[in-house]
């Protein structure tokens, strides 16, 4: 995408405003925005991609640190429990936790079985990443480009709920279902993962406003 291109591009331009107004995502989405992450960084993030699902990131904190005091924020404890009652209760506060203990365990079954861990999951071609996320029971494509776009800081934007309110609140394109306006963001952004989570949260951060759009680090 050349420079001139960007100069005149509506979108890239709102980016710029957003990064001004409030500064890097990571200020206040420590993990998930990073620059450089641990394994143990991209585990809960795909972890906590599974568990926001219809709920609020305070609710899946809230799971995750449960997980964290037993022992069990890893793909491969996950996959080692032999009864998912266990589980389900310890995500109890992220909702539909019978469901989204299924989802943990078979995303957790299918990296530790295929890949070992995420870390060799990182080398997988975009493309064909996604595809493989996208055959796994209960992972969409929002959750499916969210794990890996901040767990494996791959270039792929993340259109959510508030993607398109903003889009619809500032008229930037007519279009709202997923595919076209991922396309959309993707055609009208630098190809950088860095740029797409900044935006992505950052969006958020300006929707919700910023005490609570802050995502708090889980060590």
Not at 146 to 165: C, G, H, N, S
Not at 204 to 209: L, N
Request: include cysteine; hydrophobic fraction near 40%; glycine fraction near 4%.
């Amino acid at each position: 995408m050349s420079n001139k291109h960007l100069k005149v591009n509506k979108v890239y331009q709102l980016y710029l405003e957003l990064l001004k107004e409030y500064g890097p995502a990571e200020k206040f989405w420590p993990q998930w925005c990073a620059k450089e992450k641990t394994l143990k960084d991209r585990e809960l993030i795909a972890l906590g991609a599974i568990l926001t699902q219809r709920t609020s990131w305070h609710n899946a904190h809230l799971a995750l640190v449960n997980l964290k005091k037993a022992g069990l924020l890893s793909l491969e404890k996950i996959v080692q429990l032999s009864d998912l009652k266990k589980l389900a209760a310890l995500i109890k506060p992220a909702g539909f936790f019978q469901t989204k203990a299924c989802r943990l365990f078979d995303f957790s079954s299918f990296i530790c079985q295929n890949y070992k861990d995420l870390k060799n999951f990182t080398g997988e071609e975009l493309k064909i990443a996604r595809q493989k996320l996208l055959t796994i029971s209960g992972i969409g494509p929002e959750t499916a480009d969210t794990i890996l776009l901040y767990a494996l800081d791959k270039p792929t934007f993340v259109v959510d709920e508030y993607a398109k309110r903003m889009v619809r609140e500032r008229g930037l394109f007519k279009y709202l279902n997923y595919d076209r306006l991922k396309e959309f963001f993707e055609k009208s952004l630098p190809k950088d993962a860095k740029v797409y989570q900044d935006f992505h949260a950052l969006i958020i951060i300006s929707q919700k406003g910023k005490e609570k759009s802050m995502m708090e680090r889980i060590d």
